[in-house]
């Protein structure tokens, strides 16, 4: 047999046990009461800080592309240290209890408060008994702060004037060095081209090898084509006198010849031979054959010389190519250099600016305990606390107990 339970049934066991309820309420505000009023409160005093670096920092992230980002406050792990501790503990001496003398006591009376709308602001909070203690103990807390950041400050702009000087040296050889390359780029015409690292585009995706080269590449242009146009015009003489010499034997004649062979433009441009000549001063294949014979000797002599002026410009072009990259790696060298010290030298300057205080610690607030927060936290949980009793009770007595008094 199943026991159902109604709200109703949960009604009456607080309706029969409110006295119950009620006392526990009643003890916990009681309690609640007497211990947060008769304890004594804590005080608690905050002094303003402003450090300046953290608004450049911020702005300057900001405006970098490279990194938008909350600068670090890196203030919070050095106001809160343990060698600013020592400093404050020496300077309020007999102020401070034995108790509060050991390392790590006036820590841990101490927060740094970072602000969350700007990160050049931030608060020191000292907690104390004795609110004159709070607010000593914050002001004092700030002045070794700011005393201890100077110190660090001065080595700082130590660096930073020799940092600057080593700046103002790679500034002066990144002008040298821009200046050795542009000259170099006038003379020789390296690196000038529209599309400098793989030549210019000469359609289809097909790259132009000479592009890159500048002005010289297109003399190496010139002089490759023109020794490729001389050992097409030899090829074809060579082939034009086996081909008279198979006539020859074969009993033919001149018709027989493939006189469009010597239509090519080296043949052309010496002016020595065509099959206009040839028709009318051969008297017979040996004529021609000499013919072809001296004009071939002629474009070999020809091949030779643009052979040996094709490899001494493409040797220089190496030579100049070589120094071209290597100038250009110095140039780059020297602007990574600069860009590293610029940003040395402004991380320097941004740990070189003054710390101040905003808002000195004149009157603190009590920060603990909050009586009438206690009372009513008190009474919540002492009035859930009855009713699980009431229920407690209900339970060890029993159904019987119950079923009898219905």
Do not use: C
């Amino acid at each position: 047999m199943e026991m159902e339970i109604s709200i109703q049934d949960y009604l009456n066991v607080i309706l029969k046990w409110w006295t119950v309820i009620i006392a526990v309420f009643i003890g916990a505000l009681v309690v609640s009461a007497a211990v947060s009023f008769w304890q004594p409160p804590v005080y608690e005093a905050s002094v303003t800080m402003y450090e300046p670096s953290y608004r450049l920092r911020a702005e300057e992230a900001i405006e970098s592309a490279e990194s938008i980002q909350q600068p670090l406050k890196l203030y919070k792990s050095l106001a809160k240290s343990s060698a600013v501790e020592a400093k404050v503990a020496e300077a309020l001496g007999s102020t401070l209890s034995p108790a509060e003398k050991p390392p790590g006591s006036l820590l841990s009376a101490v927060t740094v408060v970072a602000n969350k709308d700007n990160p050049a602001l931030f608060e020191i909070k000292a907690r104390h008994t004795d609110p004159e203690i709070a607010v000593l103990l914050a002001n004092t807390w700030a002045s070794e702060y700011i005393e201890m950041f100077g110190e660090l400050s001065t080595g700082s702009a130590t660096e930073l004037g020799f940092i600057r000087g080593q700046l103002a040296l790679a500034e002066s050889d990144l002008e040298s060095a821009e200046r050795a390359l542009k000259t170099f780029e006038q003379e020789t015409g390296l690196g000038t081209a529209p599309n400098q690292e793989y030549g210019s585009e000469l359609g289809f995706g097909i790259q132009d090898p000479y592009a890159w080269y500048g002005t010289r590449g297109k003399e190496l242009e010139a002089k490759s084509e023109l020794l490729a146009n001389h050992r097409v015009a030899r090829d074809n003489i060579l082939l034009l006198l086996d081909i008279a010499q198979g006539v020859k034997e074969s009993g033919g004649g001149v018709d027989d010849l493939p006189l469009q062979l010597l239509a090519v433009q080296a043949v052309a441009d010496r002016g020595q031979l065509s099959a206009e000549v040839i028709l009318q001063e051969a008297e017979g294949l040996d004529t021609i054959m000499e013919l072809l014979q001296t004009e071939e000797r002629s474009l070999a002599s020809v091949i030779e010389v643009l052979s040996s002026e094709v490899d001494q410009l493409h040797t220089e072009l190496m030579q100049d190519k070589y120094e071209y990259l290597l100038l250009n790696h110095t140039r780059n060298a020297i602007l990574e250099r600069s860009a590293i010290l610029s940003r040395k030298a402004h991380e320097l300057e941004l740990q070189s600016s003054g710390v101040r205080i905003i808002n000195p610690a004149v009157r603190p607030e009590v920060a603990s305990p909050s009586p009438w927060l206690n009372v009513i936290v008190a009474g919540v949980l002492g009035l859930f606390v009855g009713v699980m009793l009431a229920f407690g009770l209900e339970y060890l007595r029993g159904p019987d107990a119950s079923s009898s008094e219905r």
